[in-house]
């Protein structure tokens, strides 16, 4: 047997016995082994053979003093590391044990800290979004409200303007430039744009008479719908002949445009005679120009 062999192999195994065993229970326990794997009891069986060769080599060294003095030195201290081994493995499963029980532990806390904070965030959402529900809804109802006072008026006192910039004016129409010039007429219920243009819904007629006066430089416009009922404050003729006027000194090149748009507004539904006189005017000067533009042209 190698010597390699008695770092791997307990001697006394092999006999059934412990190292605290005397030399007559090694003999005895020999002798009872023996016969069991002896090659002429086993001639065709190698692993006896094999065997028979371990426990013969085993009691030449537990039978001999010296022998087995330094075999049990060899054999205490392989019994030593294996115990050593042992509770260094107990002490390193513990630590990795309690080392997973703590990264556990841990993501368990953070998980639940993490579920609470979505909690707490999704109840500030829904408190936001109620409060945000709340406003919008209040908006809304202030919206409806309006379209119910002009909804119960039957869409009285609502005109429409057509706005343009100048051809040599560059600068493109904006809500915002719409506003600032043009809030200042009246309530405007909606503006929308058109290419070039924006069509501008007023809620009062009286915004036609501001327009048609104080129109801002840069700014041509075209009437496109008037509807207005009997007790709806209507200017009077000669209101709408300064109104004209005014215009004419402050912007001459509206005028025209004001001219031919009074002359064939879409809808006019109005009781007021001296208007409806007024409008019968300028339909026969807007024909009588259109017939010298084509005399011109031919």
Do not use: W
């Not at 020999?30 to 692993?47: G, S």
């Not at 998980?111 to 529900?133: A, F, N, P, V």
């Not at 600068?171 to 506003?179: G, K, V």
């Not at 209101?239 to 064939?264: C, M, P, R, W």
Request: one cysteine or more; proline letters at 2%.
């Amino acid at each position: 047997m190698e010597m390699f062999d008695l770092k791997k192999i307990n001697l006394y195994e092999l006999f059934d016995l412990t190292k605290e065993c005397t030399e007559s229970e090694i003999k005895k326990a020999f002798r009872k082994k023996a016969l069991l794997y002896h090659p002429d009891k086993n001639p065709d069986n190698p692993k006896a053979n094999e065997i028979f060769q371990r426990l013969s080599k085993a009691l030449e060294i537990l039978t001999d003093e010296k022998a087995r003095t330094s075999y049990d030195k060899i054999l205490q201290a392989k019994i030593d590391r294996e115990i050593r081994d042992r509770k260094f493995d107990d002490k390193r499963k513990k630590f990795k044990h309690d080392l997973e029980q703590k990264e556990k532990l841990s993501e368990q806390v953070s998980i639940i800290e993490e579920e609470e904070r979505l909690k707490r965030e999704i109840e500030r959402i829904r408190k936001e979004g109620s409060k945000q529900l709340e406003e919008e809804n209040e908006l809304l109802k202030k919206k409806l409200n309006e379209n119910m006072k002009i909804k119960s008026r039957g869409g009285n006192n609502v005109i429409k303007v057509k706005l343009k910039k100048r051809s040599k004016d560059s600068n493109a129409i904006t809500d915002e430039m719409i506003r600032k010039n043009f809030s200042a007429f009246g309530s405007i219920l909606s503006i929308v744009m058109v290419k070039k243009s924006a069509l501008i819904e007023y809620e009062h007629y009286d915004s036609l008479k501001m327009i048609a006066t104080n129109c801002p430089k840069g700014f041509v416009f075209e009437i496109l719908n008037v509807n207005c009922d009997s007790s709806a404050k209507m200017p009077t003729k000669e209101n709408l002949k300064n109104s004209e006027k005014s215009n004419n000194n402050n912007h001459n090149d509206n005028s025209a445009t004001v001219q031919q748009e009074i002359a064939s507004p879409t809808v006019v539904n109005c009781d007021d005679n001296d208007y409806e006189e007024y409008i019968l005017k300028r339909l026969q000067e807007a024909e009588q120009n259109k017939r010298k533009q084509s005399t011109a042209e031919v």
